[in-house]
């Protein structure tokens, strides 16, 4: 008797080529070495890294409104009952959005004619600042300079502040932002500053300094970073003659 033989079909006989082909190349994959971990390089003997560093802004005062690593600084010694001090915010302000090698800081310096709404109104954008960040302290200024009456009559009666919050309030509450602005109107004075605007202009780099009188306009404010760039300002301030918006600054 003839026993029929078993022929796989065409499907079959595929998978089985399938399979073998699959064994053959994993057999292959396991003799290959393995590539070992690559392994942290250390610095040579003697050498440390230093970590970049992260460019912040300040989180609190002094104030500071432009790019943070600008090699220049304009320090504005202000009144926030002066005039002359309200003309100049925006001026200067839009002038340091058109220099980003220029910062500005701010530095309270509340006159004795002036009080105690000077006092208040410093008191005031502090606390927005404590509370918010840089942003909501150059608003607060902002703020009270377009609503304060100016030359001591301080805020109308009965209006306050939009933005004000729990945490600012609880600064209004406290005597943090009097010990500050007191510190930064003795530093003033210990320097001989007695009107506002007053400006110092600082070259991070050098370390030298100019001090400028008056609301100083954009093409003073070149000039005498030209001066410090170039070297020729001395270590210590000096003034220096500066462009006015107006009369003679109070």
Not at 68 to 93: G, N, Q, S
Not at 166 to 193: H, K, W
Request: with cysteine; aromatic share 6%.
């Amino acid at each position: 008797m003839q026993i029929a033989r078993f022929v796989p079909s065409r499907s079959v006989a595929l998978v089985a080529l399938l399979v073998i082909v699959a064994l053959i190349a994993a057999a292959w994959l396991g003799l290959q070495p393995q590539t070992p971990a690559a392994e942290p390089v250390s610095p040579p003997d003697g050498i440390t890294v230093t970590p970049a560093p992260t460019l912040t802004a300040p989180a609190g005062p002094p104030w500071r409104y432009g790019r943070v690593d600008a090699r220049f600084t304009v320090i504005e010694y202000a009144d926030l009952e002066c005039p002359f001090c309200r003309a100049y915010f925006t001026v200067l302000k839009h002038w340091i959005d058109a220099h980003s090698e220029v910062n500005w800081q701010w530095h309270h310096l509340p006159l004795t004619i002036h009080e105690p709404a000077a006092s208040a109104n410093a008191r005031l954008v502090e606390c927005v600042g404590e509370a918010g960040g840089p942003a909501a302290f150059w608003r607060a200024v902002e703020w009270v300079y377009t609503h304060s009456r100016g030359d001591g009559l301080g805020l109308p009666e009965g209006l306050g502040y939009p933005g004000m919050t729990p945490a600012a309030q609880q600064c209004l509450d406290s005597d943090r932002p009097d010990t500050l602005i007191r510190s930064q109107s003795a530093s003033a004075a210990q320097e001989g500053i007695k009107v506002t605007p007053t400006l110092r202009l600082q070259d991070h780099q050098s370390g030298k300094t100019l001090l400028l009188h008056g609301p100083v306009e954009g093409d003073a404010l070149l000039s005498a970073i030209d001066l410090l760039a170039a070297g020729k300002a001395e270590a210590t301030s000096r003034e220096m003659p500066a462009a006015s918006l107006g009369d003679t600054p109070r």
